[in-house]
């Protein structure tokens, strides 16, 4: 056969097999990808919590400056998308399900999204085996989502332009909409009342608050008690980062321990209720530690060089996947869901 081969064949035989190896050589050490970058195709199986928002042009590029990576929320995109995210809530009440019955591309991921702590997450068990990387608030998640985070103030850039106010009218502040008894925060609160004023906000006391008037009223305060609704490892949300750092009160942290917020959030910043062996030791500590203005100061020396980064847009979170699609693990199964998400 061979032997009979006319030359032109052979000829171009050769020449498509070397391109075809220059090509994977080239695709290796990652040249190719310059030349023609391939869109990442990023499907958004249905919107958390129902709302939508626009995805209209190219918004990772346009808004977040991460080209190659189009998001799109139309489930006729399936067979090609190379992310599908799946937003757990959505699954856990019904609203949405899982597409089991469609033929999955051996190379497409599927990604559980979820920001609630495990106590909201339902029973995961029936999910496992199935998805690939998982995003969540969690460090040690695939795509690590945090509600905010400490970022350098760069070496030309203006540090941060906070005014601590001379003098303050109300000591410290809670928002709550969701008040449970049971909560653990709850009960610090009821106990820490005995001994200082906390002014409180939000539905439960008939106080709500707009998006507006939140920050500047909880800025009247030298306290913020950003207690989270839920004491879990890296669970750390809007209360501090928001409600605290953002109104310039110093907070007064419950949720998981000293050294997780030591880890993630700005040093010196914060006081943590598990340093007190008791909620009138803590309300004594308050009291003067808001007439000692030479250490009250120190809790926002952290400002000079950092500030807070916020994470609010789901646009963002899915755009970031994109910029994290090449360092993601290629080969992932979550064989027990379940127990990594209840970790
Ligand atoms: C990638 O998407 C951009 C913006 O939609 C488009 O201009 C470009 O042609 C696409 N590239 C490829 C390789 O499909
Ligand atoms: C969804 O994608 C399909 C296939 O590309 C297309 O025919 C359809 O018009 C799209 N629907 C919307 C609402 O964009
Ligand atoms: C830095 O701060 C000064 C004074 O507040 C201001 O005039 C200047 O525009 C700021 N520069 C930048 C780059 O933000
Ligand atoms: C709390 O600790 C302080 C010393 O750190 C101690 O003096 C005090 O007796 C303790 N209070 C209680 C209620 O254990
Ligand atoms: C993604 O998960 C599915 C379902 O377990 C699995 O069949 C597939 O091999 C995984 N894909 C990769 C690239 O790991």
């Known amino acids: 056969m061979t032997a009979s081969m006319p030359l032109f064949l052979s000829a ?14 080239l695709a290796q050490i990652g040249i190719t990808h310059q030349h023609e970058p391939r869109n990442l195709t990023i499907l958004l199986w249905h919107w958390p919590f129902g709302r939508p928002y626009s995805l209209e ?4 590029s346009d808004e977040y400056g991460i080209s190659g990576c189009l998001l799109s929320d139309n489930t006729s995109l399936f067979p090609q998308a190379d992310v599908v995210v799946f937003h757990n809530h959505e699954l856990r009440t019904g609203r949405s399900s899982l597409p089991l019955h469609l033929p999955r591309s051996v190379s497409q991921r599927w990604l559980w999204l979820s920001l609630e702590p495990p106590v909201h997450n339902g029973n995961l068990a029936q999910y496992n085996g199935l998805f690939n990387w ?5 460090g040690d998640a ?12 760069p070496h030309n850039g203006n540090s941060s332009s906070y005014v601590i106010p001379k003098k303050r009218a109300c000591l410290a502040s809670w928002v709550v909409s969701n008040y449970r008894p049971d909560h653990a925060r709850s009960q610090v609160y009821q106990s820490l009342r005995k001994y200082i004023p906390i002014e409180v906000y939000g539905h439960w006391s008939k106080r709500p608050l707009t998006d507006q008037s939140l920050i500047p009223i909880i800025g009247h305060c030298n306290f913020y008690l950003a207690f989270e609704n839920s004491v879990a490892l890296d669970y750390i949300t809007e209360k501090l980062w928001r ?6 009160a110093v907070p007064v942290v ?3 321990s000293r050294a997780n917020y030591e880890a993630l959030v700005p040093p010196g910043s914060f ?27 120190g809790y926002f020396k952290w400002r000079q060089t950092h500030r807070i980064k916020m994470y609010t847009d789901w646009r963002e979170r899915l755009c970031n996947i994109c910029a994290n699609y ?11 869901l379940e127990a990594w998400a209840s970790r």
């Open 12 to 25: 171009i035989m050769f020449l498509s097999i070397s391109s075809y190896v220059l090509h994977q050589k």
């Open 57 to 60: 042009g190219d918004v990772c």
């Open 134 to 138: 998982t995003m969540s608030y969690r």
């Open 142 to 153: 695939d795509i690590s989502m945090p509600y905010g985070k400490i970022v350098p103030v």
């Open 243 to 248: 409600n605290a750092y953002q109104a310039g």
């Open 254 to 256: 419950l949720g998981p």
């Open 271 to 297: 006081i943590h209720v598990s340093d007190f062996n008791s909620t009138e030791g803590l309300a004594v500590f308050l009291q003067q530690l808001a007439t000692d203005r030479g250490r009250y100061e």
């Open 326 to 336: 090449q360092r993601l693990p290629g080969n992932k199964v979550y064989y027990d």
